[in-house]
């Protein structure tokens, strides 16, 4: 039960009250035409009616490149430094949607796996996130298939519910979210017993429960040929996608020194998994496409118990060649009714 | 400090060896020398070694477990970072991450025949296995180990094949692909497959480990068979292009494995099950 | 135009002279198409025309999974049929293998992109089968004003301008995946030895992608506008691009797309090539 509520025209001042305790906070932003997640500057910036930002929250937590290392030559020896960010500044990020916030407990589960990554962590730790619920989701989101909702609570410290009378009720899940709703008191007011809520439905489009075994048994089927004729390999799906998170390793150096860096990469780029010696095991595009598919809704089950795709649709909107992977799994669950 | 998991050790090239046309070993000591001694890994493991401005690459460990305070590796010049590393000398830096991956399952060798074969640069595991059963001989029954080459000058670790072949309690059996002798050449000549049916190692109470270039594997696998050996008694390691090594980056994901955390040594029966994307 | 492009391609396929056709099918909203590729004649029906029609297909023709596919169609509208011009006289494709179904098209987008308002290929001029009446060419002489607007400014202001553009790349190369001229086997972005273009999202790496990039179109890109329409950040990448056919323009007399016979202005020299550039 929400206890709070917050008058959206008082958005500017919550945005205020935060900075003024000493948060960074980041929304969504408008920055030549398209809405992505940027540092809020000026608190009218903020848009909370976005429903689908160009890129997702990831960036906060697993940027687009960062160093782990820099080094110096000297007449034959090297001295590094390593540079994990060991205090990223408190941060809120506020107005991604449930499906946003719903893919950060799926990648702590592959960061932690054995080998603790930090880098993602300590800016978990240092990071409040607060969710708006959706009251208006789209034709490209499918949240509800992927075990979502579009007042979801995975992965948020703080949940925003939009009611009729143009408020957003505050309901609060860890100790994070609490601290916000204390420094946020005075632009709050009690929220009352018999708030209306705007929900917003999402149809389901595909069972999960179906979906996989089809995706096991099904490896060479021809049907991977023919959803990927029109694939571009190009990495706009992985790049705008919350749970994706493949990387590369990259030196860049000069004679003196240099730095390792560790940015974004993506399964459907041609080279990929292409090996030093030139050999590539998927060197076509129904194999990458595969790939993708595979270790989204099947590869990550089997490891870590989650799938690792929320339903926002930012693939399918963002896809130069309006490859939908909703459409793509609802057709393999297709196949698998007919098949039985 | 929280650790940090891309951080490399620093390692220098104490003593580097051409094996081969193209490949080369480096053994390498840690700078760190407590680091050095503190260091263990086990048969099979690999390492991420990185030439500073060059970039990162994956070799397993090409030395025994059983020798401490340094580690060598093995490899074959394709691109940018082993071609740094081919160029470098004694006393350079090298980066070290590791030891990542499974291992070959030397407990469950003990007391068995063990069969090692290697084919070309994949002789490389296979001798971290080779010299961890000659230095713990009296745990392991009898030891063959079969070493294919496509040509005489090919083969790599000449000095140590050597040094196996005068060992009373080793047989060596060492090939070249037909064409590819010398006149002074004093072993077989034949693919390893062929090879392997000829020596006929008996499956009773053995496990081979083996590691070669894919196309030799497969065809090896399949003469083993005719022998007699089930897929679960047959190990080996895969080569896959990997970047982080430690099963983030997603690289190396082959099915519901990560060749670099649940691999990179395989059964012959797990590889079977993976779809065939290596 | 539907029916008539529908049957078209049916007959292609029923007589045999094409194997494949390459179109634009129904997308996954009302606001979108998709491409699709038909081997078999009763899926011509799939077939779809409309303003939505935006993805260059002749992008395909050069994807090497697909060159032994046999002759094919494509679908074309007039600034996509241009990049067959271009293919051809690179050497990347034979006239003859493919069937160019040119669509006699009044603009797409909603609004209209930018490209459309000055568009002289209404119907195509490259084409096999035209669908749909002769339109007349619109008028280029404002073609290059958001051009002139970007050059108004002085040389740090450009900077500045370019500098931020450039900075939202997010190095996911659906620029140059979409574009049917960035065909090589091997992108300049994957050579490592020496790496030429950091393939990391920095402000440097960007910058040289992209830039670089557009310098590998000049006097080639035929200004269909994909790399704009599919970057996810919006980066107006067409401004680059048609700066750059400005200045071949204006140095070489020569425009992209157009005429097969024509030598291509950077692979060739003629004695009365302008000194201008070597200042």
Redesign the interface.
Request: net charge positive.
């Given at each position: 039960m929400a206890e709070f509520k917050l008058n959206e025209a008082k958005l500017d001042e919550l945005v205020n009250a935060l900075k003024s305790e000493g948060y960074r906070v980041v929304a969504p932003v408008e920055e030549e035409g398209v809405f992505v997640f940027k540092e809020v500057v000026d608190p009218g910036e903020m848009r909370l009616d976005v429903l689908r930002t160009a890129r997702s929250i990831k960036e906060w937590f697993f940027p687009r490149v960062e160093p782990t290392l820099r080094y110096k030559f000297d007449r034959g020896s090297v001295t590094c430094k390593g540079e994990m960010p060991q205090s990223p500044p408190k941060t809120v990020i506020i107005g991604c949607r449930p499906c946003d916030s719903a893919s950060l407990p799926i990648l702590d589960k592959l960061f932690d796996w054995d080998f603790r990554d930090e880098y993602w962590f300590k800016r978990r730790e240092a990071t409040t996130v607060v969710a708006v619920a959706c009251d208006a989701p789209d034709s490209y989101c499918f949240c509800t298939s992927v075990g979502g909702s579009p007042d979801g609570t995975a992965g948020s410290d703080l949940l925003m519910r939009k009611t009729v009378g143009g408020c957003y009720l505050f309901e609060s899940f860890t100790k994070k979210g609490w601290s916000i709703i204390e420094t946020a008191k005075g632009t709050l007011e009690p929220a009352g017993q018999n708030e209306k809520v705007l929900v917003g439905e999402v149809p389901k489009r595909f069972d999960l429960n179906s979906v996989k075994p089809w995706l096991d048994n099904n490896f060479d089927h021809d049907y991977w040929k023919e959803i990927s004729y029109k694939c571009l390999s190009c990495g706009a799906c992985a790049f705008v996608c919350p749970t994706c998170h493949c990387f590369d390793i990259q030196d860049e150096a000069d004679l003196q020194g240099g730095v390792r860096l560790k940015g974004w990469d993506s399964c459907c780029l041609p080279i990929f998994t292409r090996h030093g010696s030139g050999y590539n095991p998927r060197d076509t595009r129904d194999a990458r496409y595969r790939q993708r598919v595979m270790h989204k809704f099947t590869y990550y089950v089997d490891k870590f118990g989650l799938t690792a795709c929320v339903g926002c649709g930012r693939c399918c909107v963002s896809c130069p060649i309006d490859m939908n992977i909703c459409t793509v799994v609802a057709g393999a669950a297709e196949l698998a009714e007919t098949s039985t | 400090?929280?650790?940090?998991?891309?951080?490399?050790y620093?390692m220098r090239v104490e003593e580097t060896t051409d094996e081969a046309p193209g490949i080369r070993t480096l053994k390498l000591v840690f700078q760190d020398t407590v680091a050095g001694q503190n260091f263990s890994f086990r048969a099979g493991q690999f390492g991420l070694y990185?030439v500073?401005?060059?970039?990162?690459?994956t070799f397993c460990i090409a030395s025994s477990p059983t020798r401490k305070g340094y580690i060598e590796c093995s490899f074959q010049q394709?691109?940018?970072?082993?071609?740094a590393l081919r160029s470098l000398e004694v006393?350079?830096?090298v980066?070290f991450r590791g030891p990542y991956g499974n291992w070959f399952p030397l407990d469950e060798m003990k007391g068995k025949n063990v069969i090692l074969i290697g084919m070309g640069i994949g002789l490389a595991p296979v001798r971290s296995v080779i010299w961890n059963c000659l230095d713990l001989r009296d745990d392991f029954r009898d030891v063959t180990v079969i070493v294919g080459s496509r040509s005489v000058d090919l083969l790599v670790y000449k000095r140590e094949l050597r040094q196996w072949e005068e060992m009373p309690d080793v047989n060596l059996v060492k090939t070249v692909d037909p064409g590819g002798e010398t006149p002074d050449w004093d072993g077989k000549v034949g693919f390893v497959p062929t090879v392997v049916e000829e020596v006929a190692p008996s499956p009773d109470n053995a496990i081979v480990v083996i590691c070669g270039p894919p196309i030799g594997i497969k065809f090896t696998l399949l003469s083993l068979e005719k022998l007699g050996f089930s897929p679960d008694q047959v190990y080996t390691t895969l080569?896959?292009?990997m970047?982080?090594g430690?099963?983030?980056?997603?690289?190396c994901?082959?099915?519901?494995t990560?060749v670099c955390?649940d691999g990179p040594v395989f059964t012959a029966a797990q590889l079977k099950s993976l779809?065939q994307?290596? | 135009m539907i029916e008539e492009l529908r049957h078209k391609a049916r007959e292609l396929l029923e007589k045999g002279q094409v194997e494949l056709v390459i179109g634009y099918g129904a997308g996954s909203d009302p606001t979108r198409t998709m491409p699709v590729f038909i081997r078999r004649p009763e899926d011509c029906d799939h077939l779809v025309w409309n303003k939505y029609c935006y993805n260059n297909l002749t992008s395909y023709l050069t994807w090497p999974e697909l060159k032994t596919a046999g002759k094919r169609a494509v679908v074309c509208k007039g600034c996509d049929a241009k990049a067959i011009v271009v293919l051809c006289k690179e050497n990347r494709i034979e006239r003859e293998e493919v069937v160019v179904i040119g669509m006699s098209c009044e603009g797409v987008g909603e609004p209209l992109f930018g490209k459309c308002e000055f568009c002289d290929v209404r119907t195509p001029k490259t084409c096999d089968i035209q669908i749909g009446a002769t339109l007349p060419p619109l008028s280029k002489d404002n073609l290059f004003e958001d051009v002139r607007q970007l050059e108004a400014g002085n040389a740090a202001e450009r900077w500045e301008f370019w500098r931020r553009q450039f900075s939202r790349c997010i190095k996911c190369y659906a620029c140059r995946q979409a574009c049917p001229l960035c065909y090589c086997t091997q992108c300049i972005v994957e050579r490592n030895q020496p790496q030429w273009i950091a393939t990391s999202s920095h402000p440097k790496g960007n910058f040289a992608w992209n830039v670089v990039r557009a310098l590998h179109l000049a006097g080639r890109c035929i200004g269909c506008g994909e790399c704009e329409r599919v970057c996810p950040s919006n980066i107006p990448l067409m401004l680059a691009n048609k700066k750059l056919a400005q200045v071949v323009k204006e140095q070489f007399g020569y425009e992209s797309g157009y005429d097969i016979d024509e030598p291509l202005p950077m692979a060739s020299f003629m004695p009365d090539d302008s000194d201008e550039l070597f200042k």
């Open positions: - | 400090m929280s650790a940090d998991i891309y951080q490399p620093l990185s500073f401005g060059e970039g990162e690459c394709v691109g940018r970072v082993t071609r006393g350079d830096t980066g080569e896959n292009k970047k982080c430690l099963g983030k980056c997603g690289r994901n082959v099915g519901n990560y955390k779809p994307e290596f | -």
